[in-house]
């Protein structure tokens, strides 16, 4: 029977930033022969939860000069941007200062465009199916099956599973809603229309104050919503925005390391008072910069204390706002439409089309009514394992785990999955899963940074792959 050379697959399952990233960095490399499978349901690569988004007011977070597939080529989107005039229609996207802040969806098409070539050349094949299941085959290699049950083989496969869907309260999980149009419950902002049936008079409450409040906030606005709202979180802080004009990054956090949560904070606080005339983005830019060291040198205990503690400061002004959206919420606080205060949504109930509300503060209790809820509470990491099918398949054998910090899933230094000190081998992570070992893997510097070292990783893996000879008949059905 003839027979062809076994050619090492890749398969990434996940085409938002993180696996479209890692997949163009991987087809890069031509000296190592290979297949990418890349497993996306939408019609293109790159874009995914974040940068799919199809409302022309939410807009990336960062000036476009920041941004880049490429951290050897930093100014590519901005380039790019200039090449094919994409912000023709969209003259608010630029500031006085001269940076821009496009739709997120324009990096998104830029992203796709990156990677059209590979694309055409078939150095990556674009599967729009979702990944039902992932097992071990009996020769120790992979395999993967999708939503249509059609079945493929691979020898290295790559979790680029980003953003599982937002979990709301519990309160409001299982609230029977009455028939009709109010009161409007959304507990997952980012589908399409999600917020079309709250209309402009509405009261609203959004339960979180986080980077998809403030998303929802200008939708709303941009649709004529004048309406009070209301959003609360424990200690009542909203993502704040950038400094007023383009600042350095200053301090030291990582020379000599910090063993505690107290010494970090410490450093941070006497970084802070020793430039009071820096803005404090500066020193949170240099934080950043730092994070994944000044991660590696806290010790678990010490890490899950900053995150109980610390995360909510950090995420308010680590995770900044487009000067366009904040002008927004600054002028619905002006305007006294917009409150953002500390508190907890205690208790909830249906009546006469509206949201009964409890809302509580320590000793303080408010009732309130309103006809809209949305919870803007981000995606539900820590239970990804039980909501994605796969995953629960591969933790039911023993091959992914979370991570002890629960922010994600369980990886060695080279990204490998583990479960306990014991890892597959070629069952890799990729972007904000990883973030429990690696630290700061939301921004897109830092998931392009770590595309890029994983993909050297992965290619020198997949060239000391042995070399499998298969019948052609076999080979086409794996």
């Not at 821009?100 to 992203?111: D, E, K, L, S, T």
């Not at 609360?232 to 000599?256: L, M, T, Y």
């Not at 394992?385 to 060695?412: C, F, K, N, Q, S």
Request: net charge positive; proline share 8%; glycine share 8%.
């Amino acid at each position: 029977m003839p027979v062809s050379p076994h050619i090492p697959h890749i398969a990434i399952i996940g085409g938002g930033f993180s696996g479209a990233a890692l997949a163009w960095h991987l087809a890069r490399d031509t000296s190592t022969p290979g297949r990418i499978t890349v497993f996306e349901p939408r019609p293109f690569l790159g874009a995914g939860l974040a940068y799919g988004a199809t409302d022309p007011q939410h807009r990336v977070n960062v000036p476009a000069s920041r941004m880049s597939i490429d951290t050897s080529q930093p100014d590519d989107f901005v380039s790019w941007i200039r090449q094919t005039d994409a912000l023709a229609n969209d003259p608010a996207a630029f500031r006085p200062d001269g940076s821009a802040f496009p739709a997120r969806a324009v990096f998104g098409r830029y992203v796709a465009d990156r990677l059209a070539p590979a694309l055409h050349s078939g150095a990556v094949t674009h599967l729009r199916h979702r990944v039902t299941g992932v097992q071990t085959s009996p020769d120790g290699n992979w395999i993967i099956t999708d939503a249509t049950g059609h079945v493929m083989g691979a020898d290295i496969v790559v979790i680029a599973t980003s953003h599982p869907a937002p979990r709301p309260p519990e309160l409001l999980r299982d609230l029977h809603l009455p028939a009709g149009h109010h009161p409007v419950l959304v507990t997952n902002p980012w589908q399409a229309g999600a917020l079309e049936d709250i209309a402009p008079s509405d009261r609203v409450l959004i339960v979180g104050t986080g980077l998809s409040m403030a998303d929802a906030i200008v939708t709303l606005t941009a649709r004529g919503h004048d309406g009070k709202i209301t959003a609360i979180s424990r200690r009542g802080q909203r993502s704040h925005g950038h400094a007023a004009h383009v600042v350095d990054p200053v301090g030291q956090f990582v020379a000599p390391p910090s063993r505690t949560v107290g010494h970090l904070l410490r450093r941070v606080r006497h970084a802070l008072a020793a430039r009071p005339d820096q803005p404090w983005q500066a020193v949170f830019d240099r934080l950043r910069e730092q994070a994944p060291d000044i991660w590696a040198a806290l010790p678990l205990p010490e890490r899950r204390r900053l995150i109980r503690h610390l995360r909510p400061f950090w995420d308010t002004h680590r995770f900044r706002i487009a000067p366009q959206v904040e002008d927004v919420l600054h002028a619905r606080e002006r305007a006294g439409t917009l409150d953002i205060v500390a508190g907890r949504l205690a208790a909830v109930q249906v009546a006469r089309e509206r949201f009964v509300t409890t809302l509580r503060h320590g000793d303080t209790v408010r009732d309130e009514t309103y006809d809209a809820i949305i919870t803007t509470t981000g995606p539900a990491h820590g239970a990804i394992i039980h909501t994605v099918p796969y995953l629960r398949e591969l933790a039911a054998a023993g091959l992914v785990e979370m991570d002890a910090t629960g922010l994600g899933l369980h990886v060695d230094a080279l990204g490998r999955a583990c479960v306990g000190s014991r890892h597959a081998g070629t069952l890799f992570v990729a972007g904000p899963l990883a973030r429990g070992r690696f630290g700061e893997l939301m921004g897109l510097p830092e998931v392009t940074r770590h595309a890029e070292k994983l993909a050297v990783i992965i290619s020198a893996l997949s060239a000391s792959l042995p070399i499998v000879h298969y019948p052609k008949e076999e080979r086409a059905t794996t």
